[in-house]
């Protein structure tokens, strides 16, 4: 496999695409069918571009940056990158390996001692290669990114406490944590950082001027596209998401507009080419398309129902497999109220990002496979119906299960000890500490200022979280008495937190 990427890379690094592209015929009705998804799938704003060879050969933008505004998404408006961010770090090692700096096969201790592994062997041998194909035996703690405010060497030390879910390389387990620290190697190999290194080795010679690395340095009064989800079953803009990825920024806390991402497609369908000039080496930039890992269908995007792929795998950076005999590699990125996919078609030279302003909003699967019909031939299939129904059924059968289990909640229990009794601190060597406070007579929860909200009586000592920022997931807390009756531990989403302090106004 790694012969035959490594010779399509050659293959399009050879070929020479001057002028404008001519789109196929089926691509001629696409504005038409995206006007009409973007109905169907109630996406506030969208922007698409489609490259073929060395030319954009579609980009526009649909719809609005914010829900009862006039400010329409146009091809220069600003969407998160999310995980779509992985690819220029993958690069970004390679780039490093290109000058010597790195192998791909380095041990991570040697690079960053302060990230270890729980076990003894895994923690001595784990490579930057592993991080970059999500195989480091647990998936992502996102409690230690998501919505806290942990210094990103924080966070790589407390890895160390992480139950692994699996052995080392045994299966795929997606680790935005462990990915975003092959990033900070990447930069510290080249001494300034994995911002600088994006920005000046990538960003600046493939001329994404608008492409930013970070939320923090989103222009505050720019064309940005906010963000969209349900709040109590109504469609709304949420709070700015800006910052909430920067502190493992190599994972996913790029923004960029579709103008901006034609110029990288155009780079990736070239072969990692410039212009006359190759950016980086040929094998190199062919090693994260090669599988790494390989992922179970049943564990693949639920579009592989549809697709029906004979692989799916995980390169460094981009998910791979096939499609009518054709290789595919394409990479979502999804973060609070927005979502993005780039996908290549590489042995047809053609590539397409999508950005869109709605959390999880299917509609970028159904596009990108739209571009790809149209230029394989392959029918006339309506990806927009097919994948509509399919996300409809996921999100009925989730609906199920919610109310299953609210149909087990035991309705007229109190808690074990009055409310107040719950007040404390409580924590764990991988999370942290929380805090459940008494207030007002209701019982506050506070992780981080993003991390709030009010627990509401469940049934005997479990309580629900519902959070300030109100398009966050319900949280369960279970509470646990010792043999005194005292409070001694609260479950936070099935993790045990031992108390650790009483607050005033509790009782002990």
Do not use: C
């Not at 592994?117 to 490579?127: F, G, H, Q, S």
């Not at 600088?196 to 493939?206: A, S």
């Not at 019909?373 to 309506?382: N, P, S």
């Amino acid at each position: 496999m790694r012969q035959i990427v490594v010779g399509l890379f050659l293959m399009l690094a050879s070929q020479s695409v001057a002028g404008q592209t001519r789109p196929p015929r089926e691509l001629r009705d696409l504005d038409a069918w995206l006007t009409q998804a973007l109905s169907d799938w109630e996406v506030p704003g969208l922007a698409v571009a489609v490259v073929h060879g060395d030319s954009m050969v579609f980009a526009k933008g649909y719809g609005v940056r914010a829900l009862g505004s006039h400010d329409s998404v146009t091809t220069s408006t600003l969407f998160a990158n999310a995980s779509t961010t992985k690819a220029f770090t993958s690069l970004a090692v390679g780039l490093m390996v290109d000058a010597g700096k790195l192998d791909w096969d380095d041990r991570v201790v040697d690079r960053l001692p302060g990230l270890l592994l729980r076990d003894p062997y895994p923690a001595r041998e784990l490579r930057i290669r592993d991080l970059l194909s999500h195989r480091v035996g647990f998936g992502d703690p996102g409690f230690l990114w998501y919505g806290t405010e942990l210094a990103t060497a924080e966070m790589f030390r407390r890895v160390r406490f992480v139950e692994p879910q699996s052995s080392f390389r045994s299966r795929y387990a997606y680790n935005n944590v462990t990915y975003a620290s092959a990033g900070v190697i990447a930069g510290v190999a080249d001494g300034r950082g994995w911002d600088v290194l994006v920005r000046d080795r990538i960003l600046t010679p493939l001329g994404m001027t608008a492409t930013v690395t970070q939320g923090r340095y989103l222009p505050t009064d720019g064309n940005v596209a906010l963000p969209h989800d349900r709040v109590r079953d109504t469609l709304r803009v949420i709070s700015s998401v800006g910052s909430l990825v920067d502190g493992i920024a190599p994972a996913g806390a790029m923004y960029s507009n579709v103008l901006d991402m034609a110029r990288w497609l155009r780079f990736l369908l070239r072969g990692g080419r410039v212009g006359d000039s190759a950016l980086v080496r040929l094998e190199t930039f062919a090693e994260p398309f090669r599988p790494q890992t390989i992922i179970p269908t049943s564990s693949f995007y639920p579009t592989a129902r549809h697709t029906k792929p004979h692989f799916t795998a995980y390169g460094m950076g981009w998910f791979l497999q096939d499609y009518h005999g054709a290789f595919v590699a394409f990479h979502t990125g999804s973060i609070d109220g927005y979502v993005a996919i780039v996908g290549l078609l590489p042995d047809h030279d053609v590539g397409v990002v999508v950005f869109a302003n709605r959390d999880h909003a299917e509609l970028r699967h159904a596009i990108m496979w739209t571009v790809f019909d149209a230029y394989l031939g392959t029918g006339d299939r309506d990806w927009s119906v097919e994948f509509k129904a399919l996300y409809d059924s996921l999100d009925a059968e989730q609906a199920t299960r919610r109310a299953t289990r609210d149909a087990g909640r035991v309705a007229n229990t109190s808690p074990s000890v009055p409310r107040s009794a719950f007040a404390g601190s409580y924590a764990d060597s991988a999370h942290g500490t929380v805090t459940i406070r008494a207030e007002n007579g209701a019982l506050r929860f506070v992780q981080t200022p993003f991390l709030s909200g009010t627990l509401e009586h469940w049934h005997y000592d479990t309580f629900v979280i519902r959070w300030d920022n109100a398009w966050i997931t319900p949280e369960f807390v279970m509470f646990e008495l010792g043999l005194d009756g005292a409070v001694d531990a609260a479950s936070v989403g099935g993790v045990r937190l031992g108390r650790v302090e009483d607050l005033p106004g509790g009782e002990r």
